[in-house]
């Protein structure tokens, strides 16, 4: 496991892309948040809604090269021939699905980190007065939603390997993730049925995992900010599990 | 020097058969490939899937039935009317001396506040039916004096506040279906302000005094507001029937009726003698609308909008294939022998965009087609009021979708031929149109914000979908998240399409550029 581990590193650290793909969604995930917090209209009483989470609005597009990152770490292997060597070097293919989801969780949650702290931070210096106490990280439900969306980063990471180890293409792996992520929240607005529009707020990956952003108003929400992200992870461990299961039994 | 006389004189016969071989090569490649295929025909089935969803989803058998004008389109008509049956031809004068209205800062903490549609005048109506026809002459709270008809016509008159000292004389005279109303500040000096053709107003009306108070936009959302407004010196002339004035909220129960404040309601006291019917003082409290309904009034409504949301579902069904139509060819390193065999590169990139483009539009309209009239019934068999539109309406909804799919397929076409990798091309186009409306739909967006990314990225494209009508005399949020555009439907196809052919146009460069 350990040299899996180390041949995932080295194969993760030798190549440019995954490099650029974090510096992207740092950028891209503090470039929204800013770009939010900027317009928004602040008055003393606050920003008319939940500033954590007007701040930490970038994740909506973070995530993007994030799950791109996670897809090309393993169809990246299928699109050059390069799975074949990897299996044959670790046959055991399940020790190679989890190297990779270990490698992954560590670059992602590295550089979940920077792009939420940063968000904070351009959040609080775009929102002065208003910003301050919920965007200061020894305020409690802040540091909930700042912990809480590196976590939901790196879930949705772990769900692109899955999704990715199961459709193997990269094209068609990324745009299941992101039909995913984006389009069932788009679809649940439009659903009539109060109870149809809140079970797949519940169920949805990416609305129900951003409810660990909420800092005001929790009673309101579908369900808590924790649960939400213990259903993205389930979604993460579903894709993992039938990643693994079909990384088995098919020929690479 | 005599190659290019022959290259010049059979140029032109060689090159338009070799355009039609390459695009011939491209369709073998589309149709013949299964992924491909399958992906452009799910597009269409989702479109279709996801209407039927919408549509079997929702759930509105009982709700009171939305109040519909002359012109068949869906109307607010809730105000307080106090009213007498005038029968033949009649007319009516008033002063307005205040119009004072008031806004629920928090749960019972009602505060005097602004309304600009704030309305308090004279109305002749067919009858207290709702959605009746009517003409009104009126004061405002922020655009002076109005005279209005039918729900959407609204001409305006003297500009100003009323106030006690400022005060404003209105008149409506009705002679037949013709009502003409006049507007003094002075009492003495009237000018006319409009002249309406009511049809089908009757030989008996109402007519009285009203006050409307429309809900106020507020942070995003919108909040009841009640006005009281103070009529002086009411004169009747004609055949208006004697007895008492009778007070009563028109439209108390009425999906467009957002209601009254917590703790208020509407009410009317006469000063003096209230049966003499001249010189009469009166203070009328009222809340609504009269005025074609918008989203925010009518929330409940269904929009095509709504039943097409499988668009977005379709659009990353075809993004994929769009990109994977060239980068699959770089993967495979079939594009040396494609470009062995058309040496002429932009061509081929040309003839990919248009087969693709064809094929993704024809999928796309045969599920439009099928999806917007199934939607439609199934929503309104659950009760759903959809918002009417007309057939041509209706087609730019259903051609803009497909054409909105296929240009969006060209895009990641272009993008994957620029990258030529096929997962930064879906995630590039993905981002670049469907985050928008996942942002949008976020009820904390910042207005801003929702309109900018509606306006800039290729997702303005979704602006063919929108069949709600903004209307100038009805303040509202005309959002992307109420189903509003910033840009004109045809606009914002263009701004997607300029992406695409912007796209085409550094993808033929690089192509003709590089290896390979």
């Known amino acids: ?72 770490s393993i169809s990246g292997e299928y699109g050059t021939g390069m799975i074949r060597t990897s299996l044959a070097a670790v046959p055991r293919r399940a020790t190679v699905l989890a190297a990779k989801a270990l490698t992954l969780t560590g670059v992602v949650a ?60 990269s094209a068609a792996g990324i745009g299941v993730v992101l039909g995913l992520l984006y389009v069932l929240p788009i679809v649940s607005r439009t659903v009539g049925d109060p109870h149809w529009q809140r079970l797949l707020q519940k169920t949805a990956p990416m609305s129900a995992g951003l409810a660990v952003q909420a800092t005001t108003d929790l009673g309101s929400l579908p369900l808590s900010p924790w649960a939400g992200l213990g259903v993205t992870a389930g979604w993460a461990a579903a894709a993992l599990l039938t990643g693994g299961l079909l990384l088995r039994v098919r020929d690479a | 020097m005599s190659g290019t006389a022959v290259r010049s004189r059979s140029g032109r016969r060689a090159g338009r058969d070799g355009f039609a071989h390459v695009l011939h090569a491209e369709w073998t490649k589309l149709r013949t490939v299964r992924g491909w ?19 079997v989803s929702s759930d509105q058998k009982g709700a009171p039935p939305v109040p519909v004008g002359p012109g068949g389109e869906p109307v607010a008509d809730s105000f307080y009317f106090v009213h007498r049956p005038l029968t033949g031809n009649g007319s009516i004068t008033v002063s307005v ?98 002249t309406a053709q009511v049809r089908g107003l009757g030989s008996t009306v109402q007519g009285g005094l009203f006050v ?39 439209g108390a129960r009425s999906p467009t009726f957002a209601g009254y ?65 060239i980068t699959e060819e770089y993967r495979r390193k079939m594009i040396r022998l494609t470009l062995a065999a058309s040496p002429r590169r932009s061509r081929v ?45 209706e087609l730019r909804v259903a051609l803009g979708t497909a054409a909105l799919l296929a240009t969006a397929a060209v895009l990641a076409l272009a993008v994957g031929a620029v990258l030529r990798h096929g997962a930064g091309a879906v995630t590039a186009v993905v981002v670049a149109m469907v985050l928008p409306y996942v942002l949008i739909a976020v009820p904390f967006t910042p207005a801003g914000l929702s309109k900018g990314v509606a306006a800039v990225t290729p997702g303005a494209a979704f602006a063919v979908q929108q069949t709600l009508v903004p209307y100038a005399q009805v303040a509202a949020n005309y959002t992307p998240y109420y189903g509003y555009f910033p840009l004109p439907p045809w606009a914002g196809f263009a701004v997607l399409a300029g992406y695409a052919v912007a796209g085409l146009a550094v993808a033929a460069v690089l192509i003709d550029r590089r290896d390979a």
Request: proline share 5%; net charge positive; aromatic share 6%.
């Open chain 2, 37 to 55: 295929v399958a992906g452009i025909v799910a597009a269409g089935l989702m479109v279709v899937l996801f209407a039927l969803l919408t549509g």
């Open chain 2, 97 to 194: 001396a205040a119009l004072d209205s008031s806004v629920p800062r928090g749960p019972g903490d009602l505060r005097p506040g602004t309304v600009p549609w704030a309305k308090a005048g004279l109305v002749i109506k067919e009858s207290t039916r709702q959605g009746s026809p009517y003409a009104a002459i009126m004061a405002t709270g922020g655009h002076g004096v109005r005279m209005q008809d039918g729900y959407v016509n609204d001409h305006a008159g003297p500009a100003g506040r009323v106030s006690a000292g400022s005060p404003r004389w209105l008149r409506l005279d009705r002679s037949g279906d013709t009502v003409t109303g006049y507007a003094s500040t002075d009492g003495t000096r009237w000018i006319g302000v409009g």
């Open chain 2, 261 to 325: 404040p917590e703790n208020v309601s509407g009410s009317f006291t006469g000063a003096g003698a209230a049966s003499a019917g001249s010189g009469a003082a009166f203070t009328v409290t009222g809340a609504g609308d009269m005025a074609p309904a918008v989203r925010d009034s009518l929330p409940t409504g269904g929009v095509l909008r709504d039943i097409l949301a499988g668009t977005f579902a379709a659009l990353i069904a075809v993004v994929v294939v769009g990109a994977r139509f």
């Open chain 2, 349 to 393: 990139l040309v003839a990919k965009a248009l087969v693709l483009w064809a094929a993704t539009f024809v999928a796309g309209s045969v599920g439009t087609a099928l999806a917007i009239p199934l939607g439609e019934r199934l929503a309104r068999g659950h009760g759903v009021y959809v918002f009417p539109v007309s057939s041509s309406t």
């Open chain 1, 1 to 72: 496991m350990r040299r899996a581990l180390h041949a995932e590193w080295t194969k993760m650290r030798t190549v440019a892309g995954p490099l650029w793909l974090m510096l992207g969604a740092v950028a891209a995930t503090v470039a929204l948040g800013a770009g939010a917090a900027s317009v928004a209209h602040c008055t003393a009483g606050g920003c008319g809604g939940d500033t954590t989470k007007l701040a930490l609005m970038g994740v909506y597009l973070g995530q993007a090269p994030v799950a791109v990152l996670a897809v090309l």
């Open chain 2, 212 to 250: 409307a108070s429309p809900p106020v936009v507020q942070g995003g959302g919108t909040a009841t507001s009640v006005s009281t407004a103070a009529f002086g010196d009411l004169r009747t002339r004609g055949g208006w029937a004697g007895g008492d004035w009778t007070g009563g909220q028109v």
């Open chain 1, 110 to 169: 590295a550089g979940g980190a920077f792009a939420v702290l940063g968000s904070v931070l351009a959040g609080r210096l775009i929102l002065p007065g208003a910003g301050d106490r919920a965007l200061s990280l020894s305020h409690g439900p802040t540091l909930r939603a700042v912990v809480g969306t590196v976590l939901y980063l790196v879930l949705i990471g772990l769900l692109s390997l899955g999704a990715a180890t199961a459709v193997r293409d």
